[in-house]
Every structure is written in C-alpha cells, then in structure tokens.
C-alpha cells in the first residue's frame, strides 16, 4: 500500500484551528482588544459594521510592531509573549497562543497598520486566505489598526450559522464589558454603523461600572476587599434587593481576566443564602489576584476557564469574605418575601 499521508498546507491547519478561536464576530472583538491591553494600550476604539460581520476594526496607541513583527504575527505559534512551556505558568498577558491572528487571517480579509515609537514610518500589510497581497510604508501615529473585514467569506457554512444583527452585536458588547470591566483605567470607545455606542474614559473600577451599566448602579455596590496568603479579593457585589431572575451583572477576573467558573459563582451565590429568593441571582464584580504559579489557564483556546491549585481555599474565602461585606452593609439578614 502507498504512503497516504501528507502534511496539511497552512493555510488550511488555519482554517481548521480558526474554527475553535473564532466562532462568531465577538470572538475577533475579544482577541483583538485583548491584543491591544497587551500592547499597553491606553486608549483604545472598537469600531464595526453589521455587527461585525463586515468589519471588526480595533485602533490602538499601544507599541505597535516592526515591520517584520508585522508580516510575522499572523503565523501560527507567532507570540512575543511566551518562550517556553514554563512561561504558561507565570503569564502576566491575555494572550499567549500565537493563535489568533494566523486564525482571523485564514477567515476573513485582514489590514494591519501599525507603527512603534521608534520607527519613522509605519507599514500596512495586506492579508487574504493566510498570504500577504501587499505591503506599503504609511505615515501613521505610533499603535496598530487592525481591520478584519468579511469574516468568514471563504466558510459560507460558517457564515450562514451566523445569528441576526441585534444577537451577534449583544455578543460583542458582553466581549466589550468584560475588557473594558478588566481594565479601568485604560479608556475604550466602541462605534458602531458610525454612531457612538460607548465612550468610556480611563477612570477607577466603581466609576466604570456606572459609566457602562448607569448612574444608578453606583448606589448598588457593596465593596469587597479581602487578602489571604494566596487570593487577593477587590471588587463589588450588588446588594440583595438587586439580585435578579435573568443572569446578567456577573463577572469574576483573575489576574485581569474574564473568565467563566460555576464553582466560583456558587460560592458567591451561598454568601447571598436567605438574602435573595433562590430563583434570583446575584450580581458581582469580582477581581481575584493569584499567583500566576497557581493556576492553569491553558486549558481552553478562548482562555474563559482557569484551573485553580487551592480552589477550596478560594471558594470558602470568597464566601466568607462576601458575608462580612453584606453583614458590614447592615443588611437585613433575613428578608421575608412573602409581603
Ligand atoms: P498572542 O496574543 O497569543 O501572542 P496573536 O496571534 O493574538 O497571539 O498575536 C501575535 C503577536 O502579534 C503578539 O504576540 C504580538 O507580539 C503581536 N501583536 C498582535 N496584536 C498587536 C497589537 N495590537 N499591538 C502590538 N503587537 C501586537
Ligand atoms: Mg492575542
């Protein structure tokens, strides 16, 4: 029998390897503005049309890129963030797969223009189906401009999956939250179809909150602060008479990130035990700070679930810590629903 088996071209193990990075608009919106907190970034805009099905575009006065840097960032495993396996255990970025932009690039038409301090001039580089179909010189700011245009047009399967507009785009605004929740002191401005949907300066955590979620959510807030030897907990939670049927105000960071954990939000959830009727859900937003050494992040390619070396610690001290906020609060202990 012959030899049957053959490496894939490139530009194909892209395609596939997009298909678990990129599954809809959002995803791009949140690599993208990941990419750019990366690059330290302190201003940065998201700009879309259609909700993003004809273009993402995230502008950035971060470090921008050499012009190789620039050619090179969309190959797979490309990253100026990690060398070595170790380095997935002491990670102080969002990003470290070298994936995303080989991904976006084998899916859609990609424009980079970026440009770093140093440089005179900065460079545009052109990219359709994972090759580079120009590159220029341009006169730009320091930062990058990545426009993702089309997505999915080489995939009509894909893109006929896509969900309506409004869908697609509430997508992208809880991507744009939970960025923007992250880093407070970083401003961000979102346009959408040309008119402006969010404008929010650098400011501190609680002022974010209200300038995303309303003046009113400010006399909401129940401030947590607490530190063990292994968790550092900051944040808010909303009081007990807020709690809602419908999941919504619900955010857990680690190490500046967002991330999903139904263990972490029981453990708030029984913190709010006789305060809020068992149907309603609490709302928070919490920040915990870990030693990079204990947790693992590396377990899922869009990075929104973690693993965590002293969970049971995390979870008693959360719950704990909570209680006393809401006890501090003088909170009513015991509500009676039924009048
Ligand atoms: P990762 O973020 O996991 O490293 P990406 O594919 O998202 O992988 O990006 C590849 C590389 O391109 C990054 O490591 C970074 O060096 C560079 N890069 C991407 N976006 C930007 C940006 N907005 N500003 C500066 N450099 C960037
Ligand atoms: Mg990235």
């Known amino acids: 029998m012959p030899d049957i088996i053959q490496l894939l071209p490139d530009h194909v193990a892209n395609q596939i390897a997009a298909g678990e990075v990129v599954q809809r608009p959002a995803s791009v919106v949140k690599e993208l503005l990941e990419n750019a907190i990366d690059a330290g970034a302190t201003e940065v805009t998201l700009v879309l049309k259609d909700a993003g099905k004809t273009l993402v575009q995230v502008i950035d006065n971060g470090i921008g890129m050499s012009a190789t840097d620039a050619r090179l960032c969309f190959e797979r495993h490309a990253t100026s963030k990690i ?3 170790e380095d997935l255990f002491n990670l102080h970025t969002k990003g470290f797969r070298g994936e995303a932009l080989a991904s976006i690039a084998a899916i859609a038409h990609v424009e980079l223009k970026t440009k770093t301090d140093t440089a005179e001039m900065g460079v545009k580089i052109a990219i359709e189906g994972s090759e580079v179909t120009s590159q220029e010189m341009v006169v730009i700011p320091k930062g990058t401009t990545i426009s993702v245009k089309n997505l999915f047009y080489n995939i009509p399967a894909r893109r006929n999956f896509l969900k309506s507009n409004p869908v697609e785009t509430r997508h992208i605004i809880d991507e744009f939250h939970r960025v923007a929740l992250a880093h407070p002191q970083v401003g961000f401005e979102m346009i959408h179809n040309g008119s402006n949907v969010f404008s929010l300066p650098g400011t501190k955590l609680r002022q974010r909150i209200v300038n995303i979620f309303g003046s009113k959510t400010n006399e909401k807030l129940v401030p947590v602060a ?3 030897d292994i968790v550092k907990v900051n944040g808010f939670v909303l009081k007990p008479e807020f709690a809602r049927k ?3 105000e619900q955010f857990f960071f680690v190490n500046d990130r967002f991330i999903k954990s139904p263990y972490l939000h ?3 959830a029984s913190a709010f035990e006789g305060l809020i009727k068992t149907e309603n859900h609490p709302g928070y937003f919490l920040y915990l700070e ?14 929104t679930e973690i693993k965590f070396e002293d969970e049971h610690a995390i979870y008693a001290m959360l719950r704990s810590t909570i209680k006393h906020s809401l006890g501090q ?11």
């Open 83 to 85: 060398k070595s396996a």
């Open 226 to 228: 607490e530190e063990t």
């Open 246 to 248: 419908s999941r919504g």
């Open 266 to 268: 029981h453990a708030v």
């Open 290 to 303: 870990v030693d990079p050494h204990a947790i693992d992040i590396n377990i899922h390619p869009t990075k």
């Open 329 to 339: 609060f003088s909170i009513a202990p015991v509500l009676d629903f039924n009048r």
